[in-house]
């Protein structure tokens, strides 16, 4: 994996960035319609998501980056990687005080996500956290086409750009650690995920249906979506490719 090249992918994303701006005091449509309040509270259980601290996933890179010289700089590419969801949740939590919502502090399906996260080894951590950011990909493309708010659109499109990158990041990730295994073992991997995939995106259409549904967006098109975005994954990690994988970040684009 040549981290040291997602280290400059990241550092230029946080430069460019820095000199964008929203425009966060403009009159709000109608702030009272159902579809801004059920956005709101969607929109403040992706904030506390995206509010963890990284931890354990730098702790885990620390480790790998020790053993196997093929991940030299990993932490790093890490380390930014996280900075950059947290970035995410600053603007959700500018997005959540716009609609007129409350940040939360603790929510069941997040708790559940992060138990799990915890319970099963490090490298599963990724997975999980992998499976997160496909969902968020079709979550945030939905609502930057369809939000009932043009800022919060414009925000979502920058989120979603941000995380077809952070996807194409954790392929080249496990790109390199299934050419490692068995083919056997990398088949097995690719059915769990799947499920487990498909188990996270029921979870999630439970918790975020009724605010999508507010803004038109069907239980049919969500899951279309994020059915895509696995696919599109699952098919590049299933690449020899080792060069050009920052390119491919434009597989996992709007």
């Given at each position: 994996?040549?981290?040291?090249?997602?280290?400059?992918?990241?550092?230029?994303?946080?430069?460019h960035h820095a000199a964008?701006?929203?425009?966060?005091?403009?009159?709000?449509?109608?702030?009272?319609?159902?579809?801004i309040q059920a956005l709101?509270?969607?929109?403040?259980?992706?904030?506390?998501?995206?509010?963890?601290?990284?931890?354990?996933?730098?702790?885990?890179?620390?480790?790998?980056?020790?053993?196997?010289?093929?991940?030299?700089?990993?932490?790093?590419?890490?380390?930014?990687?996280?900075?950059?969801?947290?970035?995410?949740?600053?603007?959700?939590?500018?997005?959540?005080?716009?609609?007129?919502?409350?940040?939360?502090?603790?929510?069941?399906?997040?708790?559940?996500?992060?138990?799990?996260?915890?319970?099963?080894?490090?490298?599963?951590?990724?997975?999980?956290?992998?499976?997160?950011?496909?969902?968020?990909?079709?979550?945030?493309?939905?609502?930057?086409?369809?939000?009932?708010?043009?800022?919060?659109?414009?925000?979502?499109?920058?989120?979603?750009?941000?995380?077809?990158?952070?996807?194409?990041?954790?392929?080249?990730?496990?790109?390199?650690?299934?050419?490692?295994?068995?083919?056997?073992?990398?088949?097995?991997?690719?059915?769990?995920?799947?499920?487990?995939?498909?188990?996270?995106?029921?979870?999630?259409?439970?918790?975020?249906?009724?605010?999508?549904?507010?803004?038109?967006?069907?239980?049919?098109?969500?899951?279309?979506?994020?059915?895509?975005?696995?696919?599109?994954?699952?098919?590049?990690?299933?690449?020899?490719?080792?060069?050009?994988?920052i390119q491919s970040a434009?597989?996992?684009?709007?």
């Open positions: 994996m040549n981290a040291h090249r997602w280290i400059q992918y990241f550092e230029n994303h946080r430069h964008e701006s929203y425009a966060w005091d403009t009159p709000l449509p109608d702030p009272a319609r159902r579809n709101a509270a969607s929109l403040a259980i992706f904030q506390l998501g995206e509010s963890g601290g990284g931890t354990r996933l730098l702790r885990y890179a620390r480790r790998l980056a020790g053993q196997d010289p093929g991940f030299s700089g990993y932490e790093r590419a890490v380390g930014l990687f996280v900075s950059e969801e947290h970035a995410h949740a600053a603007l959700l939590k500018q997005m959540v005080h716009r609609l007129g919502g409350t940040i939360l502090t603790k929510q069941w399906s997040n708790s559940i996500f992060r138990t799990i996260r915890s319970a099963l080894g490090l490298e599963f951590n990724v997975q999980v956290l992998l499976s997160a950011e496909l969902i968020a990909r079709a979550y945030y493309g939905l609502l930057s086409r369809q939000a009932p708010d043009p800022v919060i659109r414009a925000t979502c499109l920058r989120i979603t750009r941000d995380e077809a990158g952070h996807i194409a990041f954790h392929a080249d990730f496990f790109r390199d650690r299934l050419a490692a295994s068995p083919v056997w073992r990398a088949l097995l991997w690719r059915v769990q995920f799947h499920a487990l995939f498909r188990l996270a995106g029921a979870v999630v259409w439970w918790d975020h249906g009724p605010a999508l549904r507010a803004c038109g967006i069907s239980q049919s098109m969500f899951h279309q979506k994020a059915l895509r975005a696995s696919t599109a994954f699952l098919g590049a990690v299933a690449t020899s490719r080792r060069v050009g994988s434009t597989e996992f684009t709007c």
